[in-house]
């Protein structure tokens, strides 16, 4: 293949000029030969879809997905049926209504969902409300809006046709109660076991959506929000490159915008992996003035259905789901 026309297939897969001369795109291009060697067709690449998610609820939320595409849905159904799942089982100390509460008692939720026409919505401190995933995509769909937070996104969700639900765990009014014996101010992230979950996915058609529902830190201070609803630090898509999201303590993912940077890291060339990793890497620089201990994982996709991860402790998974199989993958992570 001559430069040109190397140059003019590269820019077709959203490469830039500037990635190719600084060598940063071997590893793309590797793929791209390989693929375009075997000969496959779109359509027997993409045909059984992606979807992938953090932590072990990935696994069931990743069958929602995939069984949403299989009913003829798209890879935002996808996304928004995979989260809306774990949000509706009511058991999950991190995600949906049966959530830890923040330190004065009440649970706030927070979701996001981004199309691959690059469309996102998002909700900030939802109280009340099952499915928050679903009033992000009503956000993203029924107005000109981006997010909306609080007591106007309830409303909205209202006048939209969701139901108050005044609902609390056995579980999360026992572990406040404890909590409330010492009341100290120390915001609790999971290193393991943790269910906020991210989620992307990829139709038959190839096109990339992803989703992110929380309830955010155990007794936060009320009204504080992290990373999971803000497009670009919890979740990022870019139909053209790949999708990104994670899970860990908000504030260290929002102070470097990671999903954002994985999506970018991954147009010049990364694998979803190495783009993961030097994202963690990023989270550690711009974080070094913390003294509390924190964990951080993120998972992404590229356009060709690559998947990866990295975290910063051990202890981090993600579920993947493609070519009909659906399994649970421990992530590499920094900090040995
Ligand atoms: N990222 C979420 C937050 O900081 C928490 C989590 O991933 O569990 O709100």
Redesign the pocket.
Known sequence: MTQQNRRSFLSKLGLSAAALSLGLISKAEDRQFAATRKRKSKKEIFKGGLAVSTWNAGIPANEAAIKAMLNGGNAVDMAEQGVRLIEGELTHS?VGLSGFPDRDGFTTL?ACIMAPSGRAGSVCFLEKIKHPVTVARWVMERTPHVMLVGEGAQKFALEQGMELLDFKSEDAVKAYKEWLIKSEYKPV?NIEN?D?IGMITQDSKGDIAGSCT?S??AFKMRGRV???PIIGS?LYVDNLVGAATG?????T?LRACSAFLIVELMRNGAHPSEACEEAVKRVEKINSFMTDDFQVGFIAINKYGEHGAFSRYRGFNYAAHQNGKNILIDSEYLLK
């Open positions: 991190t927070d992230i943790h906020t929380t955010g830190l992290g990373d999971s919890g899970s860990g303590l908000g504030e993912v």
